[in-house]
């Protein structure tokens, strides 16, 4: 477990452990809230540019509500890996050769990062409000790593070749969001959203349907 994630788990547990001091404070004037959920990304099956699987992600959010309006989250979320075959065609291509024998592990791709949400609640939408959010999040994706063995011919004599690599991009990446949130009629403090979340960046594209629950301490 790198630095980065590390980090961005003692902040979590940091504010989870605050929350119970929070929730007893009745004079505040802003409310904390958790959620969690996941979404399907449904740009491709299996994504090679990316490392995204066609499974569904996971995602954790959480969040200081100031205003109905405005709130800030912090976030992280790890999709599903792509199939390690699917790696296979894209080598036999660099090495314009096929590959007689590999053995290759795939890791799912993973974003950290911030959001600002706006929300709006229109009156033909009572309960419900719809959902915008903006923001940046930090990525980890073509996340692969194994070895693999290939023929090469020298002086018409055939030679297996074996090779290792481990491959994986950082970087940033923008985000929006936008969907729906609607209140459940119990528990009070538990709530529902449906969003459409894009990530931009080349290297950590990602286009997501999405579902989660929020829960406000």
């Known amino acids: 477990m790198n630095l980065l994630y590390k980090t961005f788990i003692g902040i979590t547990c940091s504010i989870l452990v605050s929350l119970v001091a929070f929730a007893e404070d009745k004079d505040r004037d802003y409310s904390i809230y958790a959620i969690f959920g996941g979404g399907k990304n449904i740009s491709e099956e299996d994504d090679l540019d990316t490392g995204i699987g066609e499974r569904p992600s996971v995602r954790f959010n959480l969040g200081v509500q100031f205003t109905n309006k405005f709130a800030l989250e912090i976030f992280g979320e790890m999709t599903s890996a792509i199939a390690a075959k699917t790696v296979v065609p894209e080598l036999e291509n660099t090495l314009d050769q096929p590959l007689v024998g590999y053995r290759i592990k795939t890791k799912s791709t993973k974003y950290i990062g911030g959001l600002g949400i706006f929300s709006f609640k229109p009156k033909f939408f009572d309960p419900s409000s719809v959902v915008a959010k903006v923001g940046l999040a930090r990525y980890e994706a073509r996340r692969l790593s ?17 090779s290792e690599f481990d491959w994986q991009i950082k970087g940033f990446t923008p985000i929006v969001a936008l969907g729906i949130e609607f209140p459940f009629n119990w528990p009070r403090k538990m709530s529902g959203q449906v969003l459409w979340t894009h990530m931009f960046h080349e290297d950590a594209r990602n286009f997501t349907v999405g579902c989660n629950i929020k829960y406000t301490f």
């Open 146 to 162: 194994g070895r693999f063995q290939y023929i090469t011919v020298e002086q018409d004599d055939a030679i297996v070749e074996e």
